[in-house]
């Protein structure tokens, strides 16, 4: 399913929206460019999820916690990982096993861990704020 999103707001209710089907243990593979919209659809998740705080890219620190809303919400980013086996060491299967969502941006990076995920690639429309939005169910098992 292919969505369009004319600005960044969109883009978050959008992702708010597919909050209200996600379900403990569901995994959310992110793919885009840098500035695509990858944090912003993030942001819109957890809005969906209930959370109330703010929602900040994890570039530096891999992975942030959101909890407080219907289901906990873990986001992780791969960019500066050097591999996939580096989720390991940050404690992914931990991640997996606490009945929350985790949401995965530079998801590519991934590999075969990340291949039963739903996939959510966001690309650059024609304008400007405009984007893209495809969703991809999970692969099975």
Known sequence: MVLESHSEEETEALAGELARTLRPGD??????????GKTAFTRGLAAGLGYPGRVTSPTFTVVNEYEGGRLPLFHFDMYRLEDAGALFDIGWEDYLNRGGVCCVEWSQRGGEYLSGARRVAIRRGPGETDRLVEIQEAAPC
């Open 27 to 36: 995994v959310l593979a992110l793919e885009g460019e840098l500035g695509a």
